[in-house]
Nanobody, 125 residues
């Protein structure tokens, strides 16, 4: 069982910034592509960002491109999501996940086999 721990969520105002962190076990983290997803009430879980393990390429959902940045620190077994210029529509439960599928689309939740419990981000207008 892989245990991922997210932190850094909170209640902020529109335009503010937050940095989410996800601590992952070393054995899993060092060779894994890591993703961030979010889920708002009544909505499906949606892709936010991903960072590959081999070449640290990053990809983002159009809705966050230019505002959010995903990064990883292999020495700390941690992946980050820096969120700037937050909007009320960014309000959701944010999850980090480990991609376990070898083929497919990185933006699909089914590609990820391990998930954290989530950290709540609430942005007020």
């Amino acid at each position: 069982q892989v245990h991922l721990v997210e932190s850094g969520g909170g209640l902020v105002q529109a335009g503010d910034s937050l940095r989410l962190s996800c601590l992952a076990p070393g054995r899993t983290f060092s060779s894994s592509t890591m993703g961030w997803f979010r889920q708002a009430p009544g909505m499906e879980r949606a892709f936010v960002a991903v960072i590959t393990w081999s070449d640290t390429n990053t990809y983002y959902a159009d809705s966050v491109k230019g505002r959010f940045t995903i990064s990883r620190d292999d020495a700390k077994n941690t992946v980050y999501l820096q969120m700037n210029s937050l909007k009320p529509e960014d309000t959701a439960l944010y999850y980090c996940a480990v991609r376990t599928a070898l083929f497919g689309n990185y933006w699909e939740p089914r590609e990820y086999g391990y998930w954290g419990q989530g950290t709540q981000v609430t942005v007020s207008s």
